[in-house]
């Protein structure tokens, strides 16, 4: 009995969701392009990092600077909230989909059924691994490779004319991630260049400010002489900067520090001389996005993969800069 | 010498020292004065182990009347939080006074979050994995409502001198831990304390009978455990002088408990070792850093973590040895 009864229920659910479905795409249509204004729905990764949170604020605020309605949605860290919130954008038939993935695999279903429904897809900041890139218009984000290339780079403009042997350890961000792999191989790339360069020392810090603080201390402890520290991240550099003092030593002076980010804090010790290169890996997003989300909605062709607006900062540009960063 | 070599303690203690040479080796300073301080990798060892030390032994008591808090870690990030929270906001961060008057504010706030704990598990009576869970969950989520998402960063002196401080040429991190376990194996080993906590632990309902305060107890340990884990959450953030809501404390709950496991103490209550769960904690922090002097590559960090625990595991458990060394002792006898 009971059980005839749930599944009474249950089908009886499926019946209901049916005719939503039906129900929303013949009122989706007849809606779209009443006004003229742009829906975008557009779902975060969550709220992890000061990062992060500046990249919802860009968005929010681009949103309604450039007359976007803005359909926003967190996944706080999980995939299955982020696929739900794209189900419910299609439903909603919004006019354009933005997302950044939680994860790299596993969109292939979903992004299917945005197309059938005809919702173009930007992904934002991550990429996903399909095979078939007609899913998703463009890809907006940073090049996690060319920002460990730009640090290789200045590395060796620092070095030039130089012969004497240059140590230099490195600190990851979290193993297996697309940032930490790819400013690994960037910045090893770049450094070829240079045979007296030499990575003596690499390790995960995890992006955190406190593993980068224990590792660092372990790397002074274990590593005669360093010269150079490359971490993926400002956090964990500035973590490597208390251990750097703490054993003594002149951070930016005797242990030359290269990061990648350019959030506030760090931007902070670069201007105090403590760090002596940061490459900039914008949270920014928001007017590109609002950009793109309009050409694609008139219907004009986009590039598949656009770089962020980024640049780099030496103790000098810091100083200036600055006074205008707001996270 | 045959009774030492039994001592669940032992084995422990063998990888912890031959942990501690292998960096002896690796390392330019073991130990040496600097600064008029002691400095060196076992310096940094004893100061990195300090708050995993004071989890564990909280972890330790709460797991002796066999409940777990899995909330150590949440209470670690709020109490830094709190603090620095408050200290960004004194009109002079380098003032002795207001800054001793936050960590007072933050280890109550730690301890009132141990009181709820407690007051599950004892009074509504939930299951301590489930009661502690939610406070692991929400209790991060609290962190970073404080925080607002953000890092917080606090530029006073005293503060960080918590975790960096050196007083008597040690570590004051380290010298906080140590009074902390002085205090427990003073409270639970000259009174009666520890007696009461091993029978809860062995049978509430026995205990209760026998006229014990099972509840009392129950939710004294878990006020005890948030206490501790919000002096360790002090001493993470004064570590980075900043509050990171998103990472202070995560997953330590695991190594508490795997410090309480390999120092000796059951899972399923009862007896309980104080000096295991110190070796356990300190082993842990050694191996952690030995990964790194060793230059052992990211990827294989937690495969080699991984093998050094189950070596001790296997060394621990009396059925295994009995099977490897029994049988290497009837040969020997068989060829003498």
């Not at chain 1, 460990?148 to 780079?153: I, V």
């Not at chain 1, 603080?213 to 971490?231: G, N």
């Not at chain 2, 003032?95 to 009181?115: E, K, Q, R």
């Amino acid at each position: 009995m009971r059980r005839s009864l749930s599944v009474a229920v249950f089908s009886g659910l499926l019946a209901v969701s049916a005719l939503a479905g039906c129900g929303g795409s013949d009122s989706g249509s007849g809606d779209k392009g009443d006004d003229g204004t742009i829906t975008l729905g557009f779902s975060q990764v969550g709220a992890e990092s000061g990062w992060r949170t500046a990249n919802t604020k860009s968005i929010q605020e681009s949103a309604a600077a450039a007359g976007i309605k803005l359909q926003f949605s967190d996944a706080q860290g999980k995939q299955e909230n982020q696929i739900t919130a794209l189900r419910s954008f299609i439903t909603q038939k919004v006019d354009v989909i933005a997302f950044s993935p939680v994860v790299t695999s596993g969109w292939d279903a979903v992004l299917k059924e945005a197309k059938d429904a005809g919702i173009p897809v930007i992904l934002t900041d991550r990429a996903v691994d399909s095979q078939d890139d007609s899913l998703y218009e463009s890809f907006l984000g940073s090049d996690f490779k060319v920002e460990g290339q730009k640090a290789g780079e200045w590395l060796l403009k620092e070095y030039e004319g130089k012969s004497e042997p240059v140590n230099i350890v490195e600190l990851q961000g979290t193993t297996g991630s697309a940032p930490a792999i790819d400013r690994q191989t960037g910045f090893g790339d770049a450094i070829k260049a240079n045979p007296n360069f030499k990575i003596v020392k690499t390790q995960t810090g995890d992006f955190k400010r406190a593993d980068g603080k224990t590792v660092m201390e372990t790397f002074l402890q274990s590593t005669p002489d360093i010269d150079v520290l490359y971490a993926h991240n400002d956090d964990m550099g500035l973590g490597a900067i208390e251990a750097i003092e703490a054993a003594g030593k002149k951070p930016g002076t005797d242990i030359k520090i290269i990061t990648v980010d350019a959030v506030k804090d760090g931007m902070t010790a670069l201007a105090d001389g403590k760090i002596n290169f940061i490459v900039e890996c914008s949270p920014l997003l928001g007017p590109q996005l609002m950009d793109i989300a309009k050409k694609v909605n008139a219907g004009e062709k986009v590039e598949k993969r656009i770089l962020t607006e980024e640049t780099t900062f030496t103790q000098e540009q810091a100083k200036t800069e600055l006074p205008n960063r707001k996270y | 010498m045959n009774s030492i070599v039994k001592n669940r303690l032992f084995w422990p203690a063998v990888i912890l020292v031959v942990l501690l040479v292998v960096n002896a080796f690796t390392s330019n300073q073991f130990i040496t004065v600097q600064n008029g301080h002691l400095f060196g990798s076992l310096i940094d060892i004893l100061r990195g182990s300090s708050a995993l030390i004071l989890v564990a032994l909280g972890m330790t008591l709460v797991i002796a009347t066999g409940g777990i808090d899995l909330s150590v870690g949440a209470v670690m990030a709020i109490s830094g939080a709190v603090a620095c929270l408050l200290i960004q906001d004194l009109p002079n961060q380098n003032a002795i006074g207001p800054v001793l008057g936050v960590v007072a504010v933050a280890i109550g706030v730690s301890l009132v979050m141990g009181l709820w704990n407690g007051s599950l598990v004892a009074i509504i009576g939930v299951q301590p994995i489930i009661a502690t869970l939610i406070l692991m969950v929400a209790g991060r989520g609290i962190a970073q409502l404080i925080t607002d998402g953000q890092i917080i960063n606090v530029q006073s002196g005293p503060y960080a001198t918590i975790a960096t401080g050196f007083f008597l040429g040690l570590p004051v991190a380290f010298l906080i831990a140590a009074a902390a376990v002085a205090l427990i194996l003073l409270l639970t080993r000259r009174t009666a304390l520890g007696l009461l906590l091993e029978s809860v632990g062995g049978s509430p309902t026995a205990s209760r009978l026998a006229g014990i305060g099972a509840r009392r107890i129950t939710i004294m340990v878990y006020v005890v455990a948030g206490g501790f884990a919000g002096l360790a959450g002090l001493i993470y953030s004064a570590n980075i002088k900043s509050a990171d809501s998103i990472s202070a404390g995560n997953l330590i709950e695991l190594d508490a408990i795997l410090a309480v496991v390999i120092g000796g103490t059951a899972l399923i209550g009862g007896r309980f070792s104080i000096a295991g769960t110190v070796i356990g904690a300190i082993l842990i922090q050694t191996l952690s850093v030995t990964v790194v002097a060793i230059g052992i590559p990211p990827e294989a960090n937690l495969l080699f973590k991984a093998v050094v625990v189950v070596a001790l595991c296997l060394s621990q458990s009396p059925d295994f040895r009995a099977k490897v060394f029994g049988r290497f002792k009837t040969r020997q006898a068989v060829a003498a």
